[in-house]
Nanobody, 121 residues
Framework: QVQLVESAGGLVQAGDSLRLSCTAS????????MAWFRQAPGKEREFVSA????????YYEDSVKGRSTISRDNAKNTVYLQIDSLKPEDTAVYYC??????????????WGQGTQVTVFS
């Protein structure tokens, strides 16, 4: 059974940084691209960032580009997302996903339960 478990998000102040992690089990982690999506209240789920299985290709959505870093540790079956200079508009439920590298949610076969991140100003 595949499981993706995100770390707790939390309540953070605007301007601070946050690092999320997602640990996978039940799949050959090192063969999957990993991604982060988010869904804000009343909005559709949107792509945030993705990383190839090897870690050498990364994608970022424009609103987080330049202030976020996705990384992975295949030995720990874990993917990370750090976002710096957090903004209230980063408030959302963040989901990690495993699948084929791409921008669309349809590229990803497995999903975590999500973790709430709330940014206050």
């Amino acid at each position: 059974q595949v499981q993706l478990v995100e770390s707790a998000g939390g309540l953070v102040q605007a301007g601070d940084s946050l690092r999320l992690s997602c640990t996978a089990s039940g799949l050959r982690f090192s063969t999957y691209a990993m991604a982060w999506f988010r869904q804000a209240p009343g909005k559709e789920r949107e792509f945030v960032s993705a990383i190839a299985w090897s870690g050498d290709i990364t994608y970022y959505e424009d609103s987080v580009k330049g202030r976020s870093t996705i990384s992975r540790d295949n030995a720990k079956n874990t993917v990370y997302l750090q976002i710096d200079s957090l903004k209230p508009e980063d408030t959302a439920v963040y989901y990690c996903a495993a699948g084929k590298l791409g921008w669309g949610s349809a590229m990803y076969d497995y999903w975590g339960q999500g973790t709430q991140v709330t940014v206050f100003s």
